[in-house]
């Protein structure tokens, strides 16, 4: 069975870190680019990030460029996204995505795609 699995959200203080996982079984994760995606409630999806296929580039939208990092772990054939400094704002549910594009300038159809569960992130006080 393919399918990608999410794991690591839950409550922090404004501030505080989680180190979100996306763990893949029956396929490689290395063998495609990593997308989190974000969606707070009442608002579109939002793309977080990025890890290429080809030579691991990472891309970050704004909102969060500085504070969140993705790094992956092909021993364990998971990704990772490292979110620091987490602001209410990033309160949301998280989604990663494993696209079979080389780049992350430009995604295959997401018909193509496989898509985890998403984890709650919840920041508060």
């Known amino acids: 069975q393919l399918r990608l699995v999410e794991s690591g959200g839950g409550l922090v203080q404004p501030g505080g870190s989680l180190r979100l996982s996306c763990e893949a079984s029956?396929?490689?994760?290395?063998?495609?680019?990593i997308r989190w995606f974000r969606r707070a409630p009442g608002k579109e999806r939002e793309g977080v990030s990025c890890?290429?296929?080809?030579?691991?580039?990472?891309y970050y939208a704004d909102s969060v460029k500085g504070r969140f990092t993705m790094s992956r772990d092909n021993a364990k054939n998971t990704v990772y996204l490292q979110m620091n400094s987490l602001k209410p704002e990033d309160t949301a549910v998280y989604y990663c995505?494993?696209?079979?594009?080389?780049?992350?300038?430009?995604?295959?159809?997401?018909?193509?795609?496989?898509w985890g569960q998403g984890t709650q992130v919840t920041v508060s006080s």
């Open positions: 890890i290429s296929k080809k030579y691991d580039s990472t």
């Open positions: 029956g396929f490689t994760l290395n063998g495609y680019t």
């Open positions: 995505a494993a696209d079979p594009t080389d780049y992350c300038s430009a995604s295959m159809p997401q018909a193509r795609w496989y």
